[in-house]
């Protein structure tokens, strides 16, 4: 069985994700903050296959020794992590002139951190393997920025920009790095707020397209998917 390190799983597309995950037979390691929230995300992947392992440990991913310590309890309970999907992220809309004091470092504490630390936690020991898979959740926001989410925008940008500098350092020792850059996505952004789900994309549709790259020949990469509606952005 692979093991899988999934940030932000407890929701939208990472909960989406450990779900597809799940019914490939893969074992799994996710946080949460919420104790609650992460007890019954692990419940609903053990129903989906009980014959997996979950590590469920409590941590802020924002913060590097809560994140490294979840990272070290994955390794402890699973054994060596081949697929990391760097997913947890916050959208803290609002122009760059607007942002209140600690809107930047809460978006890149967030947004870019956790893939950055994760990457060089894992990355020398991807490398002596030879394989493994590396999801990094980008946004449409990276490629074309949305001035009522500056500070988002340039986060998401980083990350797309990190996910490159992987892709090349990672390549020579055949693992493979994704972009994965979704568009207006039914997430807990949209709580509240009424919304017709078939002008979204929606969180299944990321996990089934990531599921099936991850399934791919061992020679075959793909770099990055954009996925948008349809019918244009909202």
């Not at 597309?13 to 799940?22: M, V």
């Not at 419940?43 to 990272?71: G, W």
Request: charged share 20%.
């Amino acid at each position: 069985m692979k093991n899988a390190l999934i940030t932000g799983a407890t929701k939208g597309i990472g909960h989406a994700i450990a779900l597809a995950f799940a019914k490939e037979g893969i074992n799994l390691a996710i946080c949460s903050r919420n104790i609650k929230d992460l007890q019954q995300t692990r419940e609903q992947l053990l129903a989906v296959n009980p014959h997996i392992t979950v590590s469920a440990t409590v941590a802020d991913a924002s913060i590097k020794q809560q994140l490294l310590q979840f990272a070290q309890q994955a390794e402890k309970e699973l054994g060596s992590i081949s697929v990391i999907v760097n997913n947890v992220g916050t959208f803290i809309p609002s122009s760059i002139l607007d942002d209140t004091e600690d809107t930047f470092d809460t978006q890149m504490n967030t947004n870019l951190r956790p893939g950055y630390e994760l990457y060089r936690y894992f990355g020398k020991k991807l490398m002596a393997a030879k394989e493994g898979h590396i999801f990094n959740i980008c946004s449409v926001a990276a490629l074309s920025p949305v001035v009522t989410a500056g500070t988002y925008s340039v986060t998401k940008a980083a990350v797309y920009s990190l996910s490159n500098i992987m892709r090349l350092e990672m390549q020579q020792y055949g693992i493979k790095v994704t972009s994965v850059i979704p568009g207006s996505t039914i997430t807990a952004s949209w709580d509240g707020v009424e919304v017709d789900k078939s002008r979204f994309v929606l969180p299944e549709d990321v996990a089934a397209a990531i599921v099936t790259i991850y399934k791919m020949s061992t020679g075959a990469n793909v770099d990055e998917i954009i996925i948008k509606p349809v019918f244009g952005q909202l």
